[in-house]
């Protein structure tokens, strides 16, 4: 489902909310998107630009849940299938992201938001760069591009993600197709880490049909049915790029970074730009959520895994809850070491038995309340690689950030504090008594 038959669905639903109102793309249209976070907007009249501009179709789960037509509990699964068995896309002769050709570029003309009046400048945020990498083919990433004029941009380019490495082992420019108004399936499969060589559009087309078209003059195969497509080259020149707010919702680190140049734009005849606020629900959602098949499927290869989150709490980013069947005394601890090799950004992590609400932290709480001991069942790991995002992390240019990682065993504990073994009705004795139902009628006043 492309990106505007998501948006007309979610119109049907009643989630759209549409702006007819002339909006500012410069801070005003920031501060509306952050005032109805958590709702896709969609902004017909947008100040110096024919583009429409729609933000926030990726703020809340249940929209993942209505462009893949599935209830909001099969989100793990299918992405766990979808990141398993990739599906080659077909590559289609005309494409409508090419109705419309653009050889002299100006990217004045682009509804680019300036979102806080502290930013290094205007960012595309929603924009997906698809790369070869000369060993591994096709790599598709988010990268956010500060723009420097009507041609160019500065862009974030993690160190040692598949752009980075690409970048390195290509002599001269490395040529990019940057992506912008993506299918939900595009931007979920941009925004996970497959195994090197695994085609991230072939994990987007497993979850829903994703056909390419030949970029017009890149060899580079993009989306079909995106809304505009800038086709460039990456440079090994470096400009400033920054101030930027990240997931953080902190100012990230300020940074010399690759300069991107564009040559040719390509976009439907009414393209729809894409926003995407910097630190609210859709960028954590965006983040977090690919995060969780990952860690599933580690913990599964050491003990029963029913469930992960990524909670909103750690920016989605840098905690999870991992619900496991505790069928061994050590399984809450193989599943924190196995939770954090399924995501190297993940700092804190709490392991709970299948009674406790993963999506309630009230009931977190309660099980690390009542199952943990600091002394017995916590594990701290020192000196680790860890997330470039955490401001608390020991960050040196150019390296990967070091931090200290934390896991809680909230399952209940098999063993008494002498070493010896809990009976089962011992460890039934942690279970939460409950007082049962009852109708509610006549006992109201
Ligand atoms: C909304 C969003 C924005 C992101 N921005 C960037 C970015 O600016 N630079 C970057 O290198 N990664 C960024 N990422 C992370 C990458 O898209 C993601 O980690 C990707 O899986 C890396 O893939 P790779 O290892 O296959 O290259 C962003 C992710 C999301 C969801």
Known sequence: MSLRSFIEKARQHGYLVIVDKEINPYLEMARIINALDGRP????????????????????????????DIEEAQLLPILIEALTNPVEPEVVASAPCQEVVEREVDLDKL??????????????????????????????????????????????????RGTDTALQKTEGDLEVAICIGNSIPVLLAAAMSP???????????????????????????????????????????????????????????????????IDCITH??????????????????????????????????????????????????????????KRHPNDGKRAIEAAFRGHGSLKHVVVVDEDINIRSMRDVEWAI??????????????????????????????????????????????????????????REAFKRVDYGEVAPEGLAP
């Open 41 to 68: 907007v969609l902004f017909t009249n947008v100040r110096g630009s024919d583009y429409r501009v729609v933000a926030g179709v990726c703020s809340a789960r249940k929209y993942f849940a209505l462009a893949l």
């Open 111 to 160: 509804p680019i938001l300036t979102h806080l009046p502290g930013d290094g400048g205007p960012y595309i945020t929603a924009g997906v760069a698809i790369i070869k990498d000369p060993d591994y083919g096709r790599n598709m990433c988010f990268h956010r591009l500060m723009k420097l004029d009507e041609r160019s941009f500065a862009a974030r380019i993690v160190e040692g």
């Open 195 to 261: 195994p090197k060589g695994v085609d991230e559009l072939a994990i987007a087309n497993a979850l829903r049909s994703t056909p390419l078209v030949k970029c017009l003059t890149k060899d580079l195969e993009v989306p079909a049915d995106c809304e505009i497509v800038l086709e460039g080259r990456i440079t090994h020149r470096l400009a400033t790029e920054g101030p930027f707010l990240d997931l953080t919702e902190t100012y990230d680190i300020v940074r010399q970074q690759p300069m991107v140049e």
């Open 268 to 325: 439907r005849r009414d393209a729809i730009y894409q926003a995407l606020l910097p630190g609210k629900s859709e960028h954590k959602l965006l983040m977090g959520l690919p995060r969780e098949p990952t860690i599933y499927a580690e913990v599964s290869k050491v003990c029963e895994c029913r469930d992960v989150l990524v909670t909103p709490g750690g920016m989605s980013w840098l905690h999870a809850v991992v619900q496991i069947v």
């Open 369 to 426: 309340a009542t199952r943990f001991q600091a002394d017995r069942d916590l594990i701290v790991l020192e000196d680790r690689p860890g997330s470039s995002l955490d401001p608390s992390a020991t960050h040196v240019p150019g390296q990967k950030a070091r931090t200290s990682k934390m896991g809680l065993d909230a399952t209940i504990p098999w063993r008494k504090p002498d070493g010896t073994l809990r009976t089962e009705a011992e």
